[in-house]
């Protein structure tokens, strides 16, 4: 199997700093994802439920793999503040591979 075709990085929104950092605890300590990094404030400005809202919200980078996800997006959901939270995983086309190993054996076993 070829590691580029195993990892992905899942981009997800939270309301607060403390809301996203929760999040990214959980999923390192339970082998969801090899590394969360959590940007700093942002404004989005989006359509919900047919109004432009502009909101402060974290960006989260996951770094993870394919098999993950679906249980990942289960454990983010059940824990985070939004109805319907912004969780999308991205394929990596290329990447180090030495980091790849690294990302893919710290999500084994999860």
Known sequence: ME??????????????VAEATRIAELLVNKKLAACVQ?????QSIYVWKGEVQRE?????LAKTTRTNFVELEREVRTIHSYETPEII????????E???KWLIS?????
């Not at 959590?38 to 942002?42: A, G, H, T």
């Not at 402060?56 to 989260?60: H, K, P, T």
């Open 3 to 16: 590691v580029q075709s195993e990892a992905v990085v899942v981009l997800m929104t939270a309301a607060t």
């Open 56 to 60: 402060r919200e974290v960006l989260l």
């Open 38 to 42: 959590i940007l700093p404030e942002m």
């Open 89 to 96: 995983a991205l394929r990596v086309a290329e990447g180090s």
């Open 98 to 100: 030495p980091y790849l």
């Open 106 to 110: 710290s999500c084994e076993g999860s």
